[in-house]
């Protein structure tokens, strides 16, 4: 009888699995708390009306426009590169809110919360790039597809438009997504590392954006030897069908690069997690 008693009273494997501190579960906390941020839906809508929209935009602008351009704009004109342009004002929402996604947990103390739960804290950080990264490839890709035919369909009227199944196209389109992904991992390594919301986002746009300029004063010689391994330098290369500059690294070189300088963001933030108290 009192065997009978104990086996009713104990817990459902399934409820044992749900209170345990897994990967899963994890994942699926920071999965709640992504989507609860009203921040976090403002601003992947802003990088998915950037990535979708953009290039749609130019390309229209470009068309109606075509007889007053250049004959050189016209003969360089690729429907390729435009069709998936609109990385260059998404990279800026993605960059800004991988940052945030762990450094204003810092701000507010939510991660000493984070830390309580989940002990060993580094399966906090795994689960953020997990969930950030997925999200973020999934709507990327998304929305650079749809730009890419989109712009094609209005690049018909001269005759300028590409297939999907043309050289480099698909490398581009995909590309795309996989460099914003990585951007976003790099991002939420360096909010964990600088754990400042502003000092993070400081830090994203001075290595990403600043430094290029700064390498731009230099001579020519030294100038072109580093900037292809600048980090933006270095992860655009798989999201280009053309190059403007010779001084650059093959795409998937370019792209291994870039994902060394997101491994590289990421374990000096899983050293400090380790390592530093919340």
């Not at 600048?230 to 291994?256: C, I, K, Q, R, Y």
């Amino acid at each position: 009888m009192s065997t009978a008693i104990a086996t009713d009273h104990a817990p459902a494997p399934r409820a044992r699995e749900r209170g345990r501190v897994t990967q899963a579960n994890v994942i699926r906390s920071e999965w709640t708390k992504l989507w609860s941020l009203r921040s976090t839906r403002w601003s992947l809508l802003a990088a998915v009306v950037a990535q979708g929209a953009l290039g749609i935009l130019v390309a229209a602008v470009q068309m109606n426009r075509w007889t007053h351009l250049s004959p050189h704009d016209r003969e360089t004109y690729n429907s390729i590169d435009t069709g998936v342009g609109g990385y260059h004002l998404a990279q800026l929402a993605i960059g800004v809110l991988g940052v945030m996604i762990i450094s204003s947990e810092y701000s507010t103390g939510m991660i000493r919360s984070s830390f309580m739960a989940v002990p060993k804290r580094l399966p906090v950080l795994w689960a953020k790039i997990a969930v950030f990264s997925s999200v973020t490839f999934v709507l990327m890709l998304v929305s650079s597809v749809v730009s890419f035919f989109v712009v094609q369909a209005l690049s018909t009227q001269h005759h300028v438009q590409h297939a999907i199944g043309d050289p480099t196209a698909l490398r581009v389109v995909v590309g795309t997504a996989l460099f914003l992904t990585v951007l976003g991992v790099l991002a939420t390594g360096i909010g964990a590392l600088i754990r400042n919301t502003a000092g993070g986002i400081a830090f994203f746009v001075f290595l990403l954006f600043v430094l290029p300029g700064i390498t731009a004063i230099l001579p020519h010689t030294v100038g072109d030897s580093i900037n292809p391994y600048l980090p933006l330098n270095a992860g655009f290369t798989v999201a280009t069908s053309v190059f403007e500059d010779s001084h650059h690294l093959s795409p998937w070189g370019g792209f291994a690069v870039f994902c060394g300088y997101a491994a590289l963001a990421v374990g000096a933030a899983m050293v400090g997690l380790l390592g530093r108290d919340a």
